[in-house]
């Protein structure tokens, strides 16, 4: 064993005793507090109650704060319940790649759970002729992708440089739009 690990602090009668007398000196603290406020008190004469009831229910005295606790436990699990079924996979779910021009996109879907909304996240172009992912080599002057494998290059350039590239922006709202009237 560790010099650390000896010290009396990890001492597991030290947390044990220390974390409940912590823990009681919380609950009296929070139980004034709640008396003293006049919605809170009304509140914590409800949980008076609910514990009377409890503790005549299961035939001993149950602690207050085992009641507050199942209460919030109870109010966390529906909330978490309810979140699951707000985050209920839509129908376009499973509509990630398409083809509108040339290219092969891909994308996914990712749920926001701040806005409660799906957003299409990740949207790549992919070679028409190998299906493998472009590269992007777009720099301040140029949009620019290239397939690794067939080596082809699109240039916003003109040209030169090869064939244009094909907007994301465009595809992007083909997407939406395609989602919208449920054409996927
Ligand atoms: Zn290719």
Not at 3 to 16: E, F, G, L, R
Not at 162 to 173: I, S
């Amino acid at each position: 064993m560790s010099k650390k690990n000896d010290s009396w602090y990890y001492n597991p009668w030290v947390i044990a005793v220390g974390g409940a007398t912590i823990a009681g000196i919380a609950v009296s603290l929070i139980c004034d507090w709640l008396k003293s406020k006049p919605i809170l008190s009304t509140i914590f004469s409800w949980l008076m109650r609910i514990k009377d009831i409890a503790t005549s229910f299961f035939g001993y005295k149950i602690p207050i704060w085992i009641i507050a606790l199942a209460i919030i436990l109870i109010y966390l699990i529906s909330r978490i319940k309810f979140n699951i079924s707000q985050k209920a996979l839509p129908d376009y779910w499973s509509y990630k790649q398409d083809r509108f021009y040339n290219w092969i996109w891909k994308w996914d879907w990712d749920f926001d759970s701040v806005e409660k909304k799906w957003y299409m996240v990740n949207l790549q172009p992919y070679c028409p002729k190998c299906n493998t992912q472009f590269v992007n080599k777009s720099n301040h002057l140029d949009i620019a992708y290239e397939c690794p494998r067939c080596k082809d290059y699109f240039s916003s350039r003109g040209l030169n440089y090869g064939h244009p590239p094909e907007d994301k922006q465009n595809v992007e709202a083909l997407i939406i739009d395609n989602v919208q009237k449920r054409n996927y």
